[in-house]
C-alpha cells in the first residue's frame, strides 16, 4: 500500500477561534460537532464571550464599528486614462472594478499592499496597491450593506465563522449576488457563488456564498467572447468551470479573490486571474477562503489546515481530490493539479535552487507543446515526495503519483492508488509496467463493466485487464466511451481531441 502522506494528529485545542475555514471542516469532520456560529446564550462578563463580542444585557454581541478615519466616496474616472483622479485629491489612483461584471471604476486612495493601513478595522489595502474600505457582508441583509452611497459590499472571505469577528467585505461599486436572479445583465447572468456549489457542494454548506459577483459563463462551450477586459479560464485551467474572468492588469495583479497565473504559475502562464479557491496558487492573501501557504515546493496555495484526509474530503471536486500533508509550515490540504509544473518555454522559467527542468511530456507521457517546470527523477528513475506529495517518474521528471503514472514502489503513489503491474492491452503501449492504479472488474464480469469503478473524484480512467488505467489521449483508439472519457468517435474508433489543457 503507498505511504500515506500525513499521519500526525494536533490536538483539537490547536483550532483557536481565529482560525481558518479548516477548523469547520475538520471539527465536523473529526468530531462531528456543529459550531455556533451566531453568539453565547449568555454571559456576565466580556471574558465569557468570544473576541471581538463583548458582553450586553448578560448577551455577546459584537459591538457597533466606530467612525472610519474617512468615508469612501464615488468619483469615476478612466483607467486608460493617468490623470483621470488627479481632480479627486493625493495619491488617488483609478480602481478597475469594471472587470468584476461591469462594474464602475473609481478613484481610491494607493497604499502599500505589504503594510497594513493605519486605519486597518475600516480600510483594507488590495493586492493592486488601492485602499478600501471594509464592510459586513452579513449586515442588514441588502446588497450595500454598511457601504456608503454608491457602493455594495463585495465579499472577499467565504468563511462563516469570520463573519462574526470581522469586516469580511470591501466596499466596490459593482453588483453584488446571492443567487443568478439577482444578475441583471443578460451577460453577466450567473452568480459566482451557484459555480462554488457545483464546484464542491459538501464545501458549500458551510460556506457564505452571499454578496459575491456576477459572471459571463460558458465562453468556452459557446465559443463566445469574453469582454476585453477578461478571458475564458476554461481554455486554460481545465480544473474549475467554463466562465470569462478578469484579466491580470500590467504588474500581474488582480481583483480580490483572485490570483494572476502569470504571476503563480510561470512566465508561460496567460495571464488571467484564477479564482483563488483551495487547490490553486495564490499569491499574497487572496485567497477566498483558507490561505495562501507555502507547499514546501516552490509555490504558494489556497489550502486549510488539517489532520487527517477525510478533514479534505469536503473540498473535493469533480476534477480534483483533496489529500492532507505534511508539508510546509503545518498539515494542510492540496490537491495534485498545481504540482504538474509551472508553465515554462525553457529552463530559465523554472527554479533553479530546486533543480527543476523544462518538461515537455504531459500526464499521458506525450511530447506536449507547453513545457512544465518539474524536479528530475533520480539516477534510479525514483522521485521523492514533492511538497509531501508522492510523486512518480514520468519520462525523466517527476509527476504526481496520480492514475497512470509509472512508478516504482508504493511511496510514489497518492492514495487510495497503490504502484501495482500492469497487464499491457492490445491496442495500445503502457508507459510502464508498473503504474499508480487500484484494482477494478474483481466481482467479475467484463472490463466494460467495471470500468464505474476507476472514476470519481480526481480519478478519471476506465478497467482494463484487472486494473484501472488513464483515460487515451486524443487521436488514439478506443472502443467505448470510457476509454476516452468522452465520446468515441464510432467511425474512427478514436478519441477526440482534448478540449482544454
Known sequence: MPTKPVRSSP?????????????VFALIAAAGCKLGLGKKSSCVIDADCFSPQKCVDDQCIVPEAGPATTVQSFVGCSVDNVDSCADAGASMTCFQASSLAGGRDFCAPTCDPGQAPADSAHFACTAQGVLLQRCHPSSGGTAAADCPSQ????????????????????????????????????????????????????????????????????????????SALEGCLLTQYSALADFCVPRCDSKLRCPP?????????????????????????CQGDQCAFGSCDDTGAGFNACTIDCTTDSTC????TATDAFVCVDAGSQP?????????????????????????????VDRQGMDSERGECRVPCSDAGTCDPQGGLPHGCLRGSCYPGVLGIPCAGPAECIEPLS???????????????????????????????????????????????????????????????????????????????????
Open 11 to 23: 490536538s483539537i485545542e490547536r483550532c483557536r477561534l481565529l482560525a481558518r475555514l479548516a477548523c
Open 151 to 226: 457602493f455594495n459590499c463585495y465579499r472577499t472571505n467565504l468563511s462563516k465563522l469570520a463573519d462574526i469577528f470581522s469586516a469580511t467585505g470591501l466596499c466596490i461599486p459593482m453588483t453584488v449576488c446571492t443567487q443568478n436572479s439577482d444578475c441583471p445583465s443578460a451577460v453577466y447572468n450567473t452568480c459566482a457563488s451557484t459555480l462554488v456549489a457545483s464546484l464542491s457542494p459538501a464545501a458549500a454548506s458551510e460556506l457564505s456564498l452571499d454578496h459575491l459577483n456576477c459572471v459571463e459563463t460558458d465562453c468556452m462551450s459557446q465559443h463566445s467572447d469574453c
Open 257 to 281: 479573490n483572485y490570483s494572476c497565473l502569470g504571476a503563480t504559475s510561470g512566465p508561460g502562464s496567460p495571464n488571467l486571474c484564477i479564482p483563488a479557491l483551495p487547490g490553486t496558487r
Open 313 to 316: 474530503t469536503p473540498l473535493n
Open 332 to 360: 494542510h490540504c492540496v490537491t495534485p493539479r498545481p504540482f504538474d509544473g509551472a508553465n515554462c518555454d525553457s529552463g530559465a522559467d523554472c527554479v533553479a535552487a530546486r533543480g527543476e527542468i523544462c518538461s515537455i
Open 419 to 501: 504502484c501495482l503491474p500492469i497487464i499491457a492491452e492490445k491496442d495500445i503501449t503502457p508507459l510502464s509496467t508498473q503504474l499508480c492504479t487500484m484494482p477494478c472488474g474483481v466481482d467479475g464480469g467484463t472490463d466494460a463493466d467495471a470500468d464505474s469503478q476507476c472514476q470519481g473524484s480526481g480519478i478519471n480512467g476506465y478497467c482494463a485487464n484487472g486494473t484501472c488505467r488513464l483515460v487515451r489521449a486524443g487521436g488514439q483508439p478506443c472502443m467505448r466511451d470510457a476509454q476516452c472519457g468522452a465520446i468515441c468517435d464510432p467511425i474512427t474508433h478514436t478519441c477526440p481531441p482534448s478540449t482544454s489543457n
